[in-house]
């Protein structure tokens, strides 16, 4: 049972990560569409999406931290 409790970090890295990398992938297309009404709504969607990166890893690891004591 141990096991599964250390490899469950990695498989939720792995998939935060690859979701992100998606994101990142599409991310030039949706500011070009979203620059069209507005480069402001442009720039914040994209600084939304880096922001959301570090933020996510940050909860994560906020919630981890509360799980040990």
Do not use: C, D, E, Y
């Not at 469950?8 to 979701?19: E, K, N, R």
């Not at 599409?26 to 480069?39: C, D, E, G, N, T």
Request: net charge positive; hydrophobic share 60%.
């Amino acid at each position: 049972m141990s096991g599964g409790k250390k490899r469950s970090p990695a498989i939720a890295a792995a998939i935060i990560f690859f979701g992100f990398t998606l994101l990142f992938l599409v991310m030039p297309s949706i500011v070009l569409w979203l620059a069209q009404f507005s480069p402001w709504l442009a720039a914040g969607f994209g600084i939304l999406a880096v922001l959301s990166f570090f933020l996510i890893f940050w909860l994560r690891a906020r919630h981890q931290r509360r799980g040990n004591r």
